[in-house]
């Protein structure tokens, strides 16, 4: 085989892209492989300008090139394998790493260009940097949830720390409410007791009067334990949070009416309890239980802690901003210094004596009260009486 020959199979057979082109741009040739890449047949890009395999912003750039390498000598352009992107002849483009030569050639210059596609390494790159974003992606998700995770761990440590302290203070609770009880109930079961004994004797020598005034005394008796009894259960309820407020509309002119007459059964001698409504409207909306829990309470201290012989007032006001209970008595008041501890439960101020009580009564109010949006406030003067409120916003 002659030089020529081989040549011509070397140029024809090679797998990168050659093409030449002389001093002014224009295309001579363009093997098979270059061809294929640029997706013409040779007849139509041979005589054209090199620019139009060039995308654009380069496109007009080359010829600058050129010129510049032909004035300079400098060789700018020769030799360096750039990347650089190539125009098919369908208008799109692809990378393709350039190579360029000079040669002399019948005593002119002609410039070969090898071309060798980087379409499929790009692609690769490209696919890795895809890849590579994927797995940050699911990296940052991952820790994401696992952040989720973690937090959600640490709001149930902190859910069982706080259930742990609520038990906690929920022993404490009914300890010291059986030291309470074991003082509280002392009273009223000796005196059923009592009672029971003298029905026996009173059975005997028939006298029905002396019994009827013993069982009342039992029933009194027992009612005072079941009164105890339902403070606690009210209160470990209450802890416990099961205690919700049932808002409703009703009248509480109607209700503190009802609600007077019944406590004025157990009132002491001569003791009073006068009731006053203030304002045009009479229907509130709050938790009729929870609300008659609440009264009943300051009602009973009310006559627990005023003689007999005196007023207790119950008063009611209702406006368009506000509703107020209030119950106030001439009785023996709250010492000033004991008044912090109001409403802790099991306190009772130093100068209740023998009077019984637990000291739950106001704690349970005020949580009731609170349940329904309201708040207590109250004035106390020893030896000259308490008056206690009870303030709801109006809807
Ligand atoms: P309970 O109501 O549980 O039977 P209690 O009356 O002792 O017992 P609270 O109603 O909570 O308990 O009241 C706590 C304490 O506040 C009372 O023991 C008493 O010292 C004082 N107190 C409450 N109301 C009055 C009042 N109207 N007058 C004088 N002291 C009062
Ligand atoms: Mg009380």
Do not use: W
């Not at 002659?2 to 002014?24: C, E, P, R, V, Y």
């Not at 992606?137 to 069982?160: G, P, S, V, Y």
């Not at 008796?221 to 099961?242: C, M, P, Q, R, Y």
């Amino acid at each position: 085989m002659d030089n020529l020959k081989l040549l011509h199979a070397i140029f024809n057979t090679a797998i990168d892209g050659i093409i030449t082109i002389d001093s002014q741009g224009l295309i001579e040739t363009m093997n098979p492989a270059a061809l294929r890449l640029f997706g013409y047949e040779e007849e139509e890009v041979s005589g054209e300008n090199i620019s139009v395999l060039i995308p654009k912003p380069d496109k007009g750039a080359h010829n600058g090139y050129l010129h510049r390498h032909q004035d300079t000598g400098k060789k700018r352009i020769i030799g360096t394998g750039r990347e650089v992107l190539g125009l098919k002849k369908d208008g799109t483009t692809f990378p393709f790493r350039l190579a360029v030569s000079e040669v002399e050639y019948e005593n002119r210059k002609i410039y070969t260009g090898f071309i060798h596609d980087l379409s499929k390494e790009k692609e690769a790159e490209e696919n890795l940097k895809k890849y590579t974003s994927e797995l940050e992606a699911k990296i940052k998700e991952r820790t994401q949830n696992l952040e989720h995770l973690i937090n959600d761990l640490e709001k149930a440590r902190d859910e069982a720390d706080r259930s742990m302290e609520k038990q906690k203070e929920l022993n404490l609770l009914k300890t010291r409410f059986v030291s309470m009880a074991s003082h509280e109930f002392r009273t009223p079961l000796s005196s059923i007791q009592l009672s029971a004994l003298l029905i026996d004797k009173y059975l005997e020598k028939l006298e029905p009067e002396n019994i009827l005034k013993h069982t009342a005394k039992i029933k009194n008796s027992v009612a005072h334990l079941t009164g105890i009894l339902n403070d606690f259960l009210s209160l470990e309820k209450l802890e416990a949070g099961k205690t919700k407020a049932l808002l409703q509309s009703f009248d509480l002119v109607k209700f503190s009416e009802e609600l007077i007459e019944e406590m004025q059964l157990i009132a002491k001698q001569n003791q009073n309890i006068v009731y006053q409504h203030t304002g045009a409207i009479s229907h509130v909306y709050l938790d009729p239980a929870l609300l008659k829990n609440a009264a009943i309470n300051l009602v009973s201290n009310a006559i627990k802690y005023s003689g007999e012989n005196t007023f207790i007032e119950f008063n009611s006001e209702v406006d368009e901003a506000e509703v107020c209970i209030t119950v106030k008595d001439n009785g023996i008041g709250i010492p000033e210094e004991e008044q912090k501890h109001l409403f802790q439960p099991f306190f009772r101020a130093h100068n209740t004596g023998n009077i019984p009580g637990t000291g739950l009564g106001l704690n349970i109010v005020k949580r009731y009260v609170e349940l329904m949006g309201g708040k207590v406030i109250y004035h106390s003067a020893q030896h000259e009486g308490t008056s206690v409120s009870l303030i709801f916003k109006n809807r």
